[in-house]
């Protein structure tokens, strides 16, 4: 089945300890991104990738870092995370987003205390 | 300013009516335009996307348009309970493909 893998489904962490949410696509998509979505705001894009070692910023990159080592992955990783990243973290991966829009994986949501 | 604008609602409809969600723009520059469907606890699904201005259809889903405006819509006729959500709508440049920008989303709730 054609998916976007995300782990875990849902974090709780202390304020200032390191964790990585791992995204995981099998569609052989050279795009991916990822989103946060907070009430109110919707989903704003924290980071994205065309390809293989070619990431870019977002609209929200603060606090926020990721890597594209192997096409199928695009981890997400918070060095030392804040309550304000309390957050629903999506996925996504796509061919050609303009043309296809993005698929999302499930979401991972986090809360930091 | 976000760049994409949405109405949050709640929109509560009869079973049976039509739907009508609504973005507006401010950049220019956005060509593409999507339709997302966002049922609770799941991720974005795509809808609808379209490139020019003027209406898409796909069964019961319209898409609509209008550059000169900055406008763009989605019509839901013989609208359903399942057809309750939230719907977001998105656009982007053909400079950055990566950089989909999405509205707030619009909470649609159908009533039997």
């Known amino acids: 089945e054609a998916q976007v893998t995300q782990n875990p489904r849902y974090l709780i962490t202390v304020t200032g300890k390191k964790l990585t949410v791992t995204c995981s696509q099998n569609?052989?998509?050279?795009?991916m991104s990822w989103y946060r979505q907070d009430p109110g705001l919707g989903l704003r894009q924290i980071y994205y990738?065309?390809?293989?070692?070619?990431?870019d910023k977002g609209d929200v990159p603060e606090g926020y870092k990721v890597s594209r080592k192997e096409k199928r992955n695009f981890p997400l990783i918070l060095e030392s995370p804040s309550p304000n990243q309390t957050s629903l973290y999506f996925c996504?991966?796509?061919?050609?987003?303009?043309?296809?829009?993005?698929?999302f994986g499930s979401g991972t949501r986090l809360t930091v205390v | 300013q976000k760049e994409v604008e949405q109405d949050p609602g709640p929109l509560s409809v009869p079973e049976g009516a039509i739907v009508s969600l609504n973005c507006t723009y401010s950049?220019?520059?956005?060509?593409?335009f999507m339709w997302y469907r966002q049922y609770s606890r799941k991720g974005p699904e795509l809808l609808m996307y379209?490139?020019?201005?003027g209406n898409k259809e796909d069964g019961r889903f319209t898409a609509q348009v209008d550059k000169s405006s900055k406008y763009i819509s989605l019509f839901i006729r013989d609208s359903q309970p399942s057809d309750s959500a939230t719907y977001l709508c998105?656009?982007?440049?053909?400079?950055?493909?990566?950089?989909?920008?999405f509205g707030a989303g619009t909470q649609v709730v159908v009533t039997p």
């Open positions: 996504a991966s796509s061919f050609l987003p303009g043309n296809y829009g993005y698929t």
């Open positions: 569609m052989n998509h050279e795009y």
């Open positions: 990738s065309m390809n293989v070692e070619v990431t």
């Open positions: 950049n220019s520059a956005f060509q593409y």
């Open positions: 379209t490139y020019s201005s």
């Open positions: 998105a656009t982007v440049t053909t400079d950055s493909w990566g950089k989909l920008q």
